[in-house]
């Protein structure tokens, strides 16, 4: 559901039923890959205290990740695909799509290219964490749960239509 779809950052405490995990992992395995290498692993991360652990992978902009349900964390095996941050890129997109046609929130947390609080590699941190090998490189974090907040679908008028061109490049 594109029309609707906006980050959640606040879930209630009501669990994810174990199918709609499944259905949202699955749109993830369906996402079209550089040639079809299907580089991604994706770590579901479940349970209030580990989830406040890989809260802080990130100086600011993580803390969604506390209070989420579960966790998707979206990696890819570098090894596989020059492509990866596209691939691991195009399947939480996907999965993030998937959760809210399932009523559902998420968010993305970006973790390639950011640091901890004490300038570690969010990524090192997310890798040491959950044991994820160093070849197998850490693109984001899906925060997900049942929506406690409602934000606005976005509205045509402000979509950056100016950002279309047509047949050729014009400044507008
Ligand atoms: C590559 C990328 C990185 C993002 N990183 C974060 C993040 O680290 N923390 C966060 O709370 N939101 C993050 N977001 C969510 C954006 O802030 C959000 O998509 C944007 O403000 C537009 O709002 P919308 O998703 O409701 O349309 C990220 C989104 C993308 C696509």
Not at 33 to 45: C, T, Y
Not at 148 to 162: K, Q, T
Request: proline share 3%; charged share 25%; with cysteine.
């Amino acid at each position: 559901m594109i029309s609707t779809r906006r980050s959640v950052r606040r879930y209630t405490d009501i669990d994810i039923e174990a199918n709609d995990l499944a259905r949202i992992v699955k749109a993830g395995l369906m996402a079209p890959s550089s040639m079809n290498s299907r580089p991604w692993h994706f770590i579901i991360v479940e349970g209030k205290d580990r989830l406040e652990q890989l809260s802080q992978c990130k100086a600011a902009g993580a803390a969604p990740i506390a209070g989420a349900k579960i966790a998707i964390v979206v990696t890819a095996d570098a090894t596989l695909s020059e492509m990866w941050i596209e691939d691991s890129s195009i399947a939480a997109a996907y999965m993030q799509l998937e959760a809210e046609e399932l009523g559902l929130g998420s968010c993305w947390i970006q973790v390639r290219g950011r640091l901890t609080a004490d300038n570690q590699l969010a990524e090192d941190y997310v890798q040491q964490m959950l044991g994820i090998p160093e070849t197998v490189s850490v693109e984001c974090i899906l925060a997900l749960g049942h929506k406690n907040e409602m934000p606005e679908p976005h509205n045509d008028e402000e979509l950056l239509w100016e950002r279309v061109h047509i047949n050729e490049w014009k400044d507008k």
